[in-house]
DNA sequence: CCGGAGGTTGAAAATATCTTTCAGATGTGA
DNA sequence: TCACATCTGAAAGATATTTTCAACCTCCGG
């Protein structure tokens, strides 16, 4: 009689994904009473029952391990093992389900935790947006100019002035001719020097920076191509753009600055500018890089393995 | 010495939910070319492994029981059958939420809008991992420290001297005196100065960056309160450092150096401890973060509309 | 009330799986 | 090249799981 049916349902049933409550409580009837104690304790707490052994599950039940491995075959499984897993399956399923609200905006009193969490997802937002809303045309003008320039100067003041160093750097990496200006008078000085085949880059979120703008017009009119890379591509910087790079604006909130977030985008933008540059100057570009890989190997102590 | 890496680790790291992946990759370095076999199989494929037994996993990746059981154990669990069941839980979670295909490396030939979702999407991934793989307790305790310090010194060189640098920006908007340091003989020099209840934070991707080691190493030796942020904790720094924030080790490419990536990673971890600063201090760091907007905002030219 | 058939149960044996040990293999620096 | 340290896998040892089997219920029918 329940041999019936245990041999309907062990051979029917797939092992069974997440449907394992409803699964107990279909096949509860046709247990005996020392099955239906572990079946219970199995749906009652996957997670729990996950961490323990069939000895674990046994003594926890009141059973024994013969018993907890009858149930699981009951359950479908080809034995208690897998039933383990697919718990530890569910757990971690349920694990997720009550995650923090990422969503939310940062709060004061919000566990570090959470603080990871939202931050890390904000910027990831952040990215999708500004890779969603970068045109790639200009994008692909600015790597085109930037690629054959005599020399890049780059012009950015606070947060954006790290920017500007980053994309620096990276460009001298290649072998490229290019400089990141702090200091505004110096950049002004400097843009003079340029002219036709230069290529002047100014990093500003709010598009209205005046220490960065003046530098690109004077780099405008010397016909240097100009690139701006900027939040408000209808902000005033964007008059002496050739080309403009839009970052996107995530929203702010009183304990993430603007920033912050804008500098991620910003960043974004650089490397992208980066790799083209990378990818058309690849004959040179590549050799420079493994160079200056192989000059910061021997400013590191060994390490310890 | 290996056996101290792997004390440090398992003690450290609590079983990982599901950060595997990038846990492997941070781990990656440090382990056996055998281990790393093991390693790769188990982040590739998490469902396919779960269903492996050691002696199946073994054959698999073409090592022994004993090379699987070594590798789990450094990968923070007790053993195997622990790392399986982790194993099944992600399997578990991927099955929900399926990948999207622009996992490829970037190749010189990309026209540029792959570039830049490829990008966008290395980006995302890596902030992700670097969340996932960030010990709140650690950064908690970071965020402690930092708080109640009289005085903050940042160490770094190279691209993570800007991460460096846009920490102490952020820091000393909020009213606190942070500083960073880009001579490494100054970073020393000063470095002589701090004593019990300052903080100094080294930033190094390699963690053997020994321009960044030696001001940590003065500094602990002085008292402060010593943090490192580093995407190799089992790495030199971390023996002068009281609290060690890991960052990700997203996978690099000839284009895309980890330089890149790690930028993003450090970024990340420095702005949850401003956060967790801000936070802290919010008394002092609102009205501060106000001022400094006011200020920023007569620097600005008028918008255009 | 008794005996037994059918079913249930757990102790213990048998097996599979996991962990540890150890000696050989391999690499590394002097 | 040798000495040293580390890495590796085979096999022994320990655990966990599965199977076996006999005791034990429970429910009938005599």
Do not use: W
Not at 5 to 21: C, R
Not at 47 to 67: D, F, Q
Not at 76 to 82: A, F, L, Q, S
Not at 122 to 131: G, P, V
């Amino acid at each position: 009689m329940t041999s019936d049916v245990k041999e309907i349902f062990s051979s029917g049933s797939p092992p069974a994904p997440a449907a394992l409550a409803a699964k107990v409580r279909t096949l509860a009837p046709s247990m005996t009473r020392s099955m239906q104690l572990v079946a219970e304790a199995v749906a009652g707490d996957p997670a729990g029952c996950a961490a323990l052994t069939v000895t674990g599950l046994a003594e926890r039940t009141g059973t024994s391990e013969a018993t907890v491995v009858r149930t699981a075959r009951l359950l479908g499984y080809p034995g208690y093992r897998d039933l383990r897993l697919a718990l530890a399956g569910l757990a971690a399923h349920q694990e997720s389900g009550r995650a923090p609200a990422v969503t939310a905006d940062i709060a004061v009193d919000d566990p570090i935790a959470d603080v990871v969490a939202k931050l890390a997802y904000d910027e990831q937002q952040t990215l999708a947006d500004t890779a969603a809303g970068l045109d790639t045309v200009q994008l692909g003008a600015a790597v085109a100019a930037a690629s054959t320039a005599r020399r890049i100067d780059i012009y950015g003041v606070g947060a954006s002035s790290l920017v500007g160093q980053d994309l620096a750097q990276k460009l001298l990496r290649i072998g490229l001719i290019a400089h990141a200006h702090m200091d505004p008078h110096l950049a002004v000085t400097n843009a003079v020097q340029l002219r036709s085949g230069d290529v002047a880059i100014a990093i500003t979120h709010s598009g209205c920076t005046g220490d960065v703008i003046e530098p690109l017009r004077v780099a405008f009119d010397r016909g240097a191509t100009t690139i701006a890379i900027t939040g408000r591509p209808d902000g005033p910087v964007s008059q002496y753009a050739d080309h403009v790079l839009t970052t996107s604006t995530a929203r702010e909130s009183e304990l993430r600055p603007a920033a912050m977030s804008s500098r991620t985008s910003q960043l974004l933008v650089v490397d992208c500018l980066f790799i083209g540059v990378a990818q058309r100057t690849y004959e040179t570009a590549a050799p420079a890089l493994a160079a200056s890989y192989e000059a910061l190997a021997h400013r590191h102590t060994p390490r310890t393995r």
